[in-house]
RNA sequence: GCGCCUGUAGCUCAGUUGGAUAGAGCAACGGACUUCUAAUCCGUAGGUCAGAGGUUCGAAUCCUCUCAGGCGUGCCA
């Protein structure tokens, strides 16, 4: 709807050029906005503001001049006025507003897609938590916000790939085999000195009692360093399937799992350090080859291969994203962990030196979550292994609730995750709100099939029957949809949409608690009918961009 | 020290590329169930947008500085 007013303005804008009531050289984009105040229309227009400059006139007086032409269009408008400083107002017309219901119905699950997209292919990794542990909590909230940022542009006309990249290389990985060939020694009655740089949480030791309720005590008949390295192939592809499962019983499933040892088993690492050497992005210094990142705006320039010839994560990462741009992605998403912020620059630098606009990658950082159990932070710390995994949190509140938890922040902001709220069943939780109000209209329709009202369909019915505020309102919420599913993709913030859904739910409530959808009046009863049709749908829709059930019945 | 993020109602947070009188939920207080789900609704109250300057028709939003909190600042990943 706002971008169908911008188009008119924009036409406007341009016929008052040619025939010379306008004079700027050149026309500011017209800029719409829905405003804080139902006085102040529908939507609202600054143009005037903007043209004041460039055409020497006072701004309300440009203002007249346009609404003097828009005011013709009385299909469209109800009114059109001027306000304040030079603000245009619109007022559109009630059947303008109505017909957006005959929208929703002939679009269905489409309604809220976009072509804003343009079919251009993206890749969002996302989660991409080392195979040496379960998934915590923190996790939980990438793998929310990953996937409902792939859905979102889904939506909005991209073309989507979610991926998880599985850092199966690298120092981490003897870690793990080290702390799993330790516990294994010590199930068998051998004393060990388990060190604090292993990893101290039990899943450990359940791998160590799961190879010898497999293989025995085969692995101590092996070369320490032999068995370390097994163990850590065995121990990481066991992690890796609980990972997994954990993603699946959250409802997030990636399309590709890109194994970061498979990078240098094609030789991709090789020949990404010999194109960077070759554009002059390298230097050895100290015994080690250095990336030139401080000419991309780096603090620091950044080591690509150690003096003992071993390469860094960060050659990896070079090689990776490198291979995401071959596959032929014209836009990256990276989400992570705040903690990695400092990272940003670095593969910014990396972006660029591969030809590409630092646009082309978009790194998406979630805060952290703090848990909570009736207000009170319950103690995590992934040193000492006391961490509260996905799962748990999961299984203890639902997927549904985690998720649009999850959801409702910025992703920029420290998150409060309070247990006991996302458990309760009552006013204080906002997913039951929406949900209930989903629920509520399926309840409704169960009603009207009783008393032999078939749903209605559009075309024939009555739309115009509907005319109070709180009908009203509910139609301009659900005509704003579209437009909030294209802010939420263009800006990466999936956040919007459960304020959107909260909002849309609250209208409805209301609306429900002042007028009765089956009555006597059997047009009013199909027209209101037809408008909570509408909402089910926009909310169903709305949800499953979070990967939230909507529920026919709670 | 330097860098990134954050600072908005008692609490948790929104605030649409600078717009008109800064919003919502929770908590508090007062109301609404014989009627389609009260997991709901209606109302009241609650603010130095951390602070100080600056930019302009106009600032919670942009710039500078200060303060507070979080994170980062490895030839770890």
Redesign the pocket.
């Known amino acids: 709807m706002k971008k169908r007013l911008q188009h008119h303005l924009r036409k406007c804008l341009e016929t008052c050029r040619t025939d010379g009531i306008l004079i700027s050289e050149h026309l500011p ?1 017209a ?1 719409v ?5 139902s ?3 529908d939507f ?1 227009s ?1 143009i005037a ?2 043209l ?2 460039s055409e020497k006139k006072p ?1 309300r007086q440009i203002a007249d001049l346009l609404v003097s032409r828009l005011r013709n269009d009385t299909e469209l408008f109800e009114k059109v006025e001027v ?3 030079g ?1 245009i ?1 619109f007022f559109l017309n009630k059947d303008v507003w109505r017909k957006t219901l005959e929208v929703i119905c002939s679009s269905g699950d489409e309604y809220g897609t976009c072509t804003a997209g343009q079919g251009k292919r993206v890749q969002v990794e996302f989660v991409s938590a ?1 195979p040496t542990g379960p998934l915590h909590i923190g996790h939980g909230r990438g793998a929310a916000t990953g996937d409902a940022i792939a859905s979102i542009l889904s939506a909005a006309g991209f073309e989507v790939v979610r991926e998880y990249y599985i ?1 199966d ?4 990985m003897d870690t793990l085999g080290r702390s799993v060939y330790l516990r294994y020694r010590e199930l068998l009655g051998n004393s060990v000195d388990f060190p604090p740089n292993c990893y101290q949480g039990d899943y450990v030791k359940d791998i160590a009692r799961d190879l010898i309720a497999k293989y025995g005590s085969r692995y101590l008949e092996t070369p320490e360093e032999e068995a370390v390295s097994l163990l850590a192939k065995i121990g990481g592809d066991i992690i890796l399937k609980g990972i997994q499962q954990d993603l699946r019983d959250f409802g997030v499933v990636h399309d590709t799992w890109f194994s ?1 040892q498979s990078l240098f088993d094609s030789g991709k690492v090789d020949e990404s350090i010999a194109y960077l050497k070759d554009k002059g992005f390298l230097y050895e ?4 080859l250095w990336f030139r990142t401080t000419d991309f705006g780096d ?2 320039d ?2 690509v291969v ?3 010839g ?1 390469t ?3 050659a ?1 990462d070079i090689a990776y994203h490198r291979e995401k741009y071959e596959q032929g992605f014209d836009l990256v998403i990276d989400v992570w962990g ?7 620059p670095r593969l910014k630098g990396v972006v660029q030196s591969l030809g590409r606009s630092p646009d082309d990658l978009k790194i998406v ?1 979630v ?2 979550v703090a848990l909570l159990r009736n207000g009170v932070p319950v103690a995590m710390s992934t040193r000492s292994g006391e961490f509260v995994t996905l799962k748990e949190v999961v299984d203890e509140v639902g997927r549904d609730a985690a998720r649009f938890f999850f959801l ?3 992703s ?5 995750f309070d247990l006991e709220l996302a458990k309760s ?6 997913v ?2 929406v ?2 109000a989903h ?2 209209i ?3 329709f ?3 099939r009783e008393k032999g009202f078939t749903l209605p369909d559009v075309g024939g019915t009555p739309l115009s029957k509907l005319e109070t505020p709180e009908e009203i309102s509910l139609i301009k919420a659900l005509a704003a949809f579209p ?1 909030v599913v294209e ?1 939420s993709a263009l800006h990466f ?1 999936p ?2 949409i459960p ?1 959107y859904l ?2 849309l ?2 209208l409805f ?2 609306f ?8 006597d009046d059997p047009e009013l009863s199909a027209a209101r009918l037809l408008l909570l049709k509408c909402t089910a749908q926009t909310l169903k829709n709305g949800l499953i961009l979070l990967g939230v059930s909507a529920p ?3």
Do not use: W
Request: hydrophobic content about 25%; proline content about 4%; charged content about 25%.
């Open positions: 984009e800029l906005e829905v405003p804080n105040h006085e102040h229309g609202a600054n503001m903007l004041a400059k701004p306000a304040g400083p603000f107002n080392n850092n290389a690298g120092n981490q970061e210094n100290e015994g080690a603090d620091k950044r080591v150690r003096g003992n071993v860094t994560y960060f990896s705040a903690d990695h912020h400092g990272y940003v950082l805060q952290l409702m922040r910025r920029d902001s420290q998150l409060d069943q009552s006013s204080d939780n906002p039951y709100y949900q209930y629920a509520r399926c309840s409704i169960d009603n009207a437009d802010a913030e956040h919007r304020f909260q909002d739910a609250g409530h209301s429900y608690n002042k007028n009765r959808v089956i009555g026919e019945r709670m």
